[in-house]
């Protein structure tokens, strides 16, 4: 292989190293007090969805069902993690993600019906999770209209009626708060 | 960086059956918390590893891995970064890491790079793996610094509650509180501590005389005895009495020239020079801290482009905790949409206005604009007056006396809340649209203190030069009847000032947003409908703050220690206003954007640095030093004992320093900085128009797609085979 095994020993030891660790060691921490007594033994256990959106961080976002589905590796489309899942999420939703892995998962969270891209129908959803969706919160049928054109018109650039994945990390790429605020 | 810890909690599942893995961590990581929490992941791990679909490529890892564990406590982590893998780089592992793909995936990619055996030369490698350690040293320092920096959790919260605007003041506060905080280190390493070396021992010390007239050189600081005690207090507020001959002030300092075996400290000197240095230290901080942003902000380009994609897309906030959070922050997004919208609507409208109605609107405008400057210019006014019957009102006593010597404070600070409060009740009037509103009203605000600030210095030079041409001046060049010390007495202005709006901030909290709050949420009224919870409104609290750095670095060269009066004031005002924000505030519900207002809070920063700085220089320029006390009671001019020390040096440094003062040398290096500034001008251009190239790629090549699968369906439909909805493919496709 490439470099020595001489030349790894004082980088491993390194305190680095151990707040990886930590960090970690906490992430299991969490991931394990979600499982039941049961699922605890079993090889890949998997939480529900129901454990997940209990967390504090997930438990009031409006975009949980979402994040939860996307991060999700089940077979049967529930939206229950394994530990791995949870990784992924975590280490997704980090500070030290590129604005590149971030925009992609806001972009597959944004896609309520999972075709690949945005289109009205999901835009229409995204605002309402923005908004809130009670009644009294939600913009009116002609704000909506009015706001879905005037997004598509600034980011549809090939002009096909929908936000395909390149077009939404170019509006992306165009602000500089994105990567702070997509942390937990 | 998670999914390599992944991979070693693999192997080290793997090596446990040969029983080395806790020997090795004992050895490694001499903690037995660390030990506990491993040994009870162990059992959690042997699970993951039962998952782990043992490929081929693990054998080999595993067989490394064991190999490596027999030389002593070195542990192969799997893929240390470090590893060699393609040319080029801090290349493939860093880019796994980036992509956003499931974790059995990235392992699997993994193994198959790390079977790959690079040919690379000894001089590659090793400077592969001291780049890797150097980005690696960079990134523990950026943890290090982040873990010790000031207020980091509090800064979070807050961000967290009430947004990104309200972040970015208690960020600037900050930053203000270091900036003050290394200023006074600075001055007291070159000025401070060796005044106090140098008084102690006066042995080695060569005071110069002061030349001039003898009743210039008389200075009484009116040293009294035993006092009543609360005039110790009043003297505290008004730095007279035992503050005035102090180490506080300018007046305390002497012209020592410190000559011992080889050592020589020239004080006035160093007082120059330090205060010199201290200007440029504060304008490369601001222009370093600006510069950050701008770079973002020039690469984003304008923001008023894209606003609505952008705010619907970046708009939420995941740090959002708590039910109460999340729901004001859909509140605020919700206002913010339907504001630009109908802002949207409005100019619509206006564009579609008559003639007659324009300049109906227009010439309202310019009207309302001159009763604003009229305000401006009245209260300019007030506070030219006040300041000269305060300075007529030295000697009066007690409560009285203090009133009056407040009085020119007192009077700004009316003016900066009275004026623009008048001003936004004339811009609601003015119909802008809102955010040109607000960028009205600061500027406005800025303009009022910046400016009130400036009378209140002219007023106090034109008294102590004689502007009016008096007799008083002719012995000494300046009024030494009114102002034995006159250095003294700026300097106690400028801590009058910033010590009055320490003291303002504070009885506003307690004396109006306190019971404002307990107000509103025990009687309901319509009153109490109307007012309202305090609002924390970020643009009049920058300015304060603002206003409070100015007055310090006006005030600098007159009273040293003000940088240290300002960290303790700035760091108080830290927490008051975190307290008042959490107790009586609700959020604003116009937002501000984080990386734009920095960048203005910054500007309006360096408004008061420049102002400070015209300051600093008419007073080392123009006014001659007090005869009586300071440093430079032996000059005719502050600056003068640069070139008095300049011609002791000797010949060779002399014609060096006038070599690079002369032409032969500055017109070069002109040209030389003009070259660079048009090619990095030029690459700026490049780099905009490569990117308006690519934009227009992927019009065309959205278009090509468009066109291939109508192609694709009309030649499905006359071969009659069954159309499938092959755009789902395509776009999905072009997704991943």
């Given at each position: 292989?490439?470099?020595?095994a001489?030349?790894?020993?004082?980088?491993?030891?390194?305190?680095?190293?151990?707040?990886?660790m930590?960090?970690f060691?906490?992430?299991?921490k969490?991931?394990?007090?979600l499982?039941?007594?049961?699922?605890?033994?079993?090889?890949?256990?998997?939480?529900?969805?129901e454990?997940?959106?209990s967390l504090p961080?997930?438990?009031?976002?409006?975009f949980?069902k979402?994040i939860c589905?996307?991060f999700?590796?089940?077979?049967m489309?529930?939206g229950?993690l394994?530990?791995e899942?949870f990784?992924d999420?975590l280490s997704?939703?980090?500070d030290?993600?590129?604005l590149?892995?971030?925009?992609?998962?806001a972009?597959?969270i944004?896609?309520?019906d999972?075709?690949?891209t945005?289109?009205?129908?999901?835009?229409?959803?995204?605002v309402n999770c923005?908004t809130?969706?009670?009644?009294?919160?939600?913009?009116?049928?002609?704000?909506?209209?009015?706001?879905?054109?005037?997004i598509?018109?600034?980011?549809?650039?090939?002009?096909?009626?929908?936000?395909?994945?390149?077009?939404?990390q170019?509006?992306?790429?165009?602000?500089?708060?994105?990567v702070?605020?997509v942390?937990? | 960086?998670?999914?390599?810890?992944?991979?070693s909690?693999?192997?080290s599942s793997?090596?446990?059956?040969?029983?080395?893995?806790?020997?090795?961590?004992?050895?490694?990581w001499?903690n037995p918390?660390?030990?506990?929490?491993?040994s009870?992941l162990q059992?959690?791990?042997?699970?993951?590893?039962?998952g782990?679909?043992?490929?081929?490529?693990?054998?080999?890892l595993?067989?490394?891995?064991?190999?490596?564990n027999?030389?002593?406590?070195?542990?192969?982590?799997?893929?240390?970064?470090?590893?060699?893998?393609?040319?080029?780089?801090?290349?493939p592992p860093k880019?796994?890491?980036?992509?956003?793909?499931?974790?059995h995936?990235?392992?699997?990619?993994?193994?198959?790079?790390?079977?790959?055996?690079?040919?690379?030369?000894?001089?590659?490698?090793?400077?592969?793996?001291?780049?890797?350690s150097?980005?690696?040293?960079?990134?523990d320092?950026?943890g290090?610094?982040?873990?010790?920096?000031?207020?980091?959790?509090?800064?979070?919260?807050?961000?967290?509650?009430?947004?990104?605007?309200?972040q970015?003041y208690f960020m600037?506060?900050?930053?203000l509180?270091?900036?003050?905080f290394?200023?006074f280190?600075?001055?007291?390493g070159f000025?401070?501590?060796?005044?106090i070396v140098?008084?102690s021992?006066?042995t080695?010390?060569?005071?110069?005389?002061?030349t001039?007239?003898?009743?210039?050189?008389?200075?009484?600081p009116?040293?009294?005895?035993l006092?009543?005690?609360?005039q110790?207090?009043l003297?505290?507020?008004?730095?007279?009495?035992?503050?005035e001959?102090?180490?506080v002030?300018?007046?305390?300092?002497?012209n020592?020239?410190?000559?011992?075996?080889?050592?020589?400290?020239n004080l006035?000197?160093?007082?120059?020079?330090t205060s010199?240095?201290?200007?440029?230290f504060?304008?490369?901080?601001i222009?370093?801290?600006?510069?950050?942003?701008l770079r973002?902000?020039?690469a984003?380009?304008s923001?008023a482009?894209g606003?609505?994609s952008?705010?619907?897309?970046?708009g939420?906030?995941?740090?959002?905790?708590?039910?109460r959070?999340?729901?004001?922050?859909q509140?605020?997004i919700h206002?913010?949409?339907q504001?630009d919208l109908e802002?949207e609507?409005?100019?619509?409208?206006a564009?579609?206005?008559t003639?007659?109605?324009t300049?109906?609107?227009c010439?309202?405008?310019i009207f309302?604009?001159?009763?604003?400057?009229?305000?401006?210019?009245?209260?300019?006014?007030?506070?030219?007056?006040?300041t000269?019957?305060s300075?007529?009102q030295?000697?009066a006593?007690?409560?009285?006396?203090?009133?009056?010597v407040?009085?020119?404070?007192?009077?700004?600070?009316?003016?900066?809340?009275?004026?623009p409060?008048?001003?936004d009740?004339?811009a609601?009037?003015?119909?802008?649209?809102?955010?040109t509103?607000i960028?009205?009203a600061?500027?406005?605000?800025v303009?009022?203190?910046?400016?009130?600030?400036?009378?209140?210095?002219?007023?106090?030079?034109s008294?102590i030069?004689?502007?009016k041409?008096s007799?008083?001046?002719?012995?000494?060049?300046?009024n030494?009847?009114?102002?034995?010390?006159?250095?003294?007495?700026?300097g106690?202005?400028m801590?009058k000032l910033?010590?009055?709006d320490?003291?303002?901030?504070?009885?506003?909290?307690?004396?109006?947003e306190?019971?404002?709050r307990l107000?509103?949420?025990?009687?309901?009224?319509?009153?109490?409908r109307?007012?309202?919870?305090?609002?924390?409104l970020?643009?009049p609290?920058?300015?304060?703050?603002?206003y409070?750095?100015t007055?310090?670095w006006t005030?600098a060269?007159?009273c040293?220690?003000l940088?240290?009066?300002?960290?303790?004031k700035?760091?108080?005002?830290?927490?008051?206003?975190?307290?008042?924000?959490?107790?009586?505030?609700?959020?604003?519900?116009?937002?501000?954007?984080?990386?734009?207002?920095t960048?203005f809070?910054?500007v309006?920063?360096?408004?008061?640095?420049?102002?400070?700085?015209?300051?600093m220089?008419?007073?080392?320029?123009?006014?001659?030093?007090?005869?009586s006390?300071?440093?430079?009671?032996?000059?005719?001019m502050?600056w003068?004992?640069?070139?008095?020390?300049?011609y002791?040096l000797?010949?060779?440094?002399q014609?060096?320093?006038?070599?690079?003062?002369?032409?032969?040398?500055?017109i070069?290096?002109?040209?030389?900085?003009?070259?660079?500034?048009?090619?990095?001008?030029?690459?700026a251009?490049?780099?905009?128009?490569s990117?308006?190239?690519?934009?227009?790629?992927?019009?065309l090549?959205?278009?090509?797609?468009?066109?291939?699968?109508?192609?694709?369906e009309?030649?499905?439909?006359?071969?009659?085979?069954?159309t499938?909805?092959?755009v789902d493919t395509?776009?999905?496709?072009?997704?991943?």
């Amino acid at each position: 292989m490439g470099t020595t095994a001489s030349q790894l020993r004082k980088d491993l030891l390194s305190e680095y190293q151990w707040r990886l660790m930590h960090v970690f060691f906490r992430a299991h921490k969490r991931f394990s007090e979600l499982l039941s007594k049961e699922d605890r033994n079993l090889p890949t256990p998997r939480v529900p969805m129901e454990k997940v959106l209990s967390l504090p961080e997930l438990k009031s976002n409006p975009f949980r069902k979402r994040i939860c589905h996307v991060f999700s590796t089940s077979d049967m489309k529930d939206g229950s993690l394994t530990f791995e899942d949870f990784l992924d999420l975590l280490s997704a939703f980090s500070d030290s993600a590129t604005l590149e892995i971030k925009s992609h998962y806001a972009f597959r969270i944004f896609d309520f019906d999972d075709d690949g891209t945005l289109d009205g129908g999901d835009l229409e959803k995204l605002v309402n999770c923005l908004t809130g969706e009670t009644d009294d919160t939600r913009l009116t049928t002609e704000e909506m209209r009015q706001l879905i054109s005037n997004i598509l018109e600034e980011s549809d650039i090939d002009k096909d009626g929908t936000v395909n994945l390149s077009e939404f990390q170019h509006v992306i790429s165009r602000s500089p708060d994105f990567v702070r605020s997509v942390q937990i | 960086m998670l999914d390599e810890l992944c991979i070693s909690i693999v192997i080290s599942s793997e090596i446990r059956r040969t029983g080395c893995l806790i020997v090795v961590f004992v050895k490694c990581w001499w903690n037995p918390l660390c030990l506990m929490e491993f040994s009870e992941l162990q059992r959690q791990s042997s699970t993951i590893a039962h998952g782990y679909h043992g490929a081929q490529q693990s054998v080999r890892l595993r067989s490394k891995s064991v190999v490596s564990n027999q030389n002593g406590p070195q542990f192969n982590w799997g893929s240390p970064p470090s590893e060699g893998g393609e040319e080029g780089d801090s290349g493939p592992p860093k880019d796994l890491r980036e992509r956003p793909m499931p974790m059995h995936l990235k392992r699997a990619i993994r193994e198959v790079q790390q079977m790959r055996v690079p040919v690379v030369t000894n001089w590659q490698s090793w400077k592969r793996s001291k780049a890797k350690s150097l980005s690696r040293f960079r990134a523990d320092a950026g943890g290090v610094m982040s873990y010790v920096a000031l207020w980091r959790k509090a800064l979070h919260k807050i961000g967290g509650h009430f947004g990104g605007g309200v972040q970015s003041y208690f960020m600037f506060l900050r930053f203000l509180v270091v900036l003050n905080f290394l200023s006074f280190l600075l001055i007291a390493g070159f000025i401070l501590i060796p005044s106090i070396v140098f008084r102690s021992t006066s042995t080695t010390n060569m005071t110069v005389d002061s030349t001039g007239p003898e009743v210039c050189r008389v200075y009484d600081p009116n040293l009294q005895g035993l006092v009543v005690f609360y005039q110790y207090f009043l003297d505290l507020l008004s730095g007279t009495g035992f503050m005035e001959y102090s180490y506080v002030f300018y007046g305390y300092y002497n012209n020592t020239v410190a000559e011992s075996s080889g050592f020589h400290y020239n004080l006035p000197l160093a007082y120059l020079l330090t205060s010199v240095f201290y200007f440029a230290f504060c304008l490369i901080c601001i222009i370093a801290r600006m510069g950050s942003a701008l770079r973002v902000a020039v690469a984003t380009g304008s923001g008023a482009a894209g606003s609505y994609s952008k705010m619907v897309f970046t708009g939420w906030d995941y740090g959002c905790q708590g039910d109460r959070a999340t729901k004001l922050k859909q509140k605020s997004i919700h206002y913010q949409l339907q504001v630009d919208l109908e802002e949207e609507r409005l100019q619509k409208k206006a564009l579609s206005l008559t003639l007659g109605q324009t300049v109906g609107l227009c010439s309202l405008r310019i009207f309302l604009m001159l009763v604003s400057l009229a305000l401006i210019g009245g209260a300019f006014f007030g506070i030219f007056n006040a300041t000269v019957f305060s300075q007529a009102q030295v000697g009066a006593e007690g409560i009285l006396g203090l009133f009056w010597v407040y009085l020119p404070s007192i009077v700004i600070t009316t003016g900066n809340f009275v004026v623009p409060f008048m001003c936004d009740q004339i811009a609601l009037f003015e119909r802008y649209s809102p955010s040109t509103t607000i960028i009205m009203a600061l500027f406005r605000s800025v303009f009022l203190r910046m400016i009130s600030l400036g009378v209140l210095l002219f007023t106090l030079w034109s008294q102590i030069t004689c502007f009016k041409g008096s007799k008083e001046c002719e012995p000494c060049q300046y009024n030494n009847k009114d102002y034995p010390c006159w250095e003294t007495r700026v300097g106690q202005e400028m801590y009058k000032l910033a010590l009055f709006d320490f003291l303002i901030t504070i009885a506003m909290l307690i004396l109006v947003e306190f019971p404002r709050r307990l107000f509103v949420d025990h009687y309901s009224c319509a009153l109490t409908r109307w007012v309202g919870r305090q609002e924390f409104l970020v643009p009049p609290n920058v300015l304060g703050l603002v206003y409070g750095q100015t007055v310090v670095w006006t005030g600098a060269l007159f009273c040293p220690l003000l940088p240290l009066i300002n960290t303790l004031k700035f760091f108080i005002i830290f927490y008051c206003k975190k307290v008042t924000l959490f107790s009586n505030c609700r959020p604003a519900v116009k937002t501000f954007r984080s990386t734009t207002s920095t960048i203005f809070f910054l500007v309006v920063l360096l408004f008061g640095w420049c102002l400070a700085l015209v300051a600093m220089i008419y007073s080392l320029a123009q006014i001659h030093p007090s005869m009586s006390c300071g440093p430079f009671r032996s000059l005719t001019m502050m600056w003068s004992i640069v070139p008095n020390t300049f011609y002791t040096l000797s010949l060779t440094t002399q014609d060096f320093m006038f070599y690079m003062g002369s032409q032969a040398f500055s017109i070069p290096l002109f040209i030389f900085s003009c070259v660079v500034l048009c090619y990095v001008a030029a690459l700026a251009a490049v780099y905009g128009k490569s990117v308006d190239l690519l934009k227009a790629q992927l019009k065309l090549e959205g278009r090509d797609k468009q066109f291939l699968v109508k192609q694709i369906e009309e030649l499905s439909r006359e071969m009659g085979v069954p159309t499938r909805d092959q755009v789902d493919t395509f776009d999905t496709g072009a997704a991943n």
